[in-house]
């Protein structure tokens, strides 16, 4: 029995020598069970994990719909709009648009190849009785101006009567354009501008028009 009994202390010492010499376990070497999901590993980066977050739908990004004021012919009435709307912690900014208010025809003679030509083909017009001016400027200089209309009817008769008389005559359209100023309010704070705040802005603005439009609308900021 006592030496069984001093081979079991001898066989203790030995295990306990053995465990302190074997390397510790590292951290990277454990996978949490928590992130084990049959069988396999789930990884989700930090990066990953941002990114998600700070996703926005199609319709965040550029399907709002913002409110627009205005609609006047100055900046001035606009921008005391913007200015009354900002007094009352509701966000504004200023917004311009282009509208083609009228169209002119322009019956003319295309540019000749030297101004001593073309002086011989206005005189040569004059002489004919066919009123011209000579055009001195712009990609048509060296032309020759027959009339600008505001129907088109007109020109077009004057274009067909120059034609039939030998000349090679053109037309072409100018659009006149006009300006109309907005205040352009974010989706977020439209919700502000109920019907109260509308009637009240209307008779302080007269003519002013309101509408929803998409806040990627045609109509720029400026």
């Not at 049959?38 to 977050?53: C, D, M």
């Not at 990609?139 to 088109?152: A, E, H, K, T, V």
Request: proline share 5%; with cysteine.
């Amino acid at each position: 029995m006592r030496w069984v009994f001093l081979l079991l202390v001898a066989l203790n010492i030995f295990y306990f020598v053995w465990t302190q010499q074997q390397p510790p376990s590292l951290a990277g070497d454990v996978v949490p069970f928590a992130l084990v999901e049959g069988g396999k590993a789930r990884i989700r980066l930090v990066s990953e994990h941002g990114n998600r977050e700070g996703e926005q739908s199609p319709m965040t990004a550029s399907g709002e719909i913002c409110l627009y004021l205005g609609g006047f012919e100055t900046d001035q009435r606009s921008s005391m709009l913007e200015q009354r709307l900002i007094s009352l912690d509701i966000q504004a900014g200023q917004a311009v648009t282009n509208l083609e208010s009228s169209k002119d025809y322009w019956v003319y003679l295309p540019p000749f190849g030297s101004r001593d030509a073309a002086l011989r083909q206005f005189k040569e017009l004059q002489a004919r009785g066919i009123d011209s001016y000579l055009i001195t400027q712009g990609d048509l200089s060296n032309g020759i101006s027959l009339g600008i209309f505001s129907g088109q009817d007109s020109a077009v008769s004057l274009l067909e009567r120059i034609r039939a008389m030998g000349y090679g005559a053109e037309l072409r359209e100018l659009v006149r354009e006009r300006r109309e100023h907005w205040v352009r309010v974010p989706a977020r704070d439209s919700v502000l501008v109920g019907d109260d705040l509308l009637s009240r802005l209307v008779q302080d603005f007269p003519g002013m028009r309101h509408q929803m439009l998409p806040c990627a609308s045609p109509i720029a900021r400026e």
